[in-house]
């Protein structure tokens, strides 16, 4: 048998996209996050905190 000459299954690439390993959530902080963001609680907090903030930034 000469070099090269046999026929090889191809390897399939070994890159992976992180995006395909990131796990979903749990289901507690998912469903609260949810909860929280249909009760408009990050308008009412930035509300809450305004008057400490500094006119330029922090």
Known sequence: MALGKREQERQE???V???KLAAPGHHFY???NK????????AFLE?????YYHERGR
């Open 35 to 42: 909860l929280l963001r249909e009760a408009g609680f990050d």
């Open 17 to 19: 996209e992180t995006a």
């Open 47 to 51: 509300e809450l905190c305004a008057p």
């Open 30 to 32: 998912i469903r609260l």
């Open 13 to 15: 690439s070994l890159w």
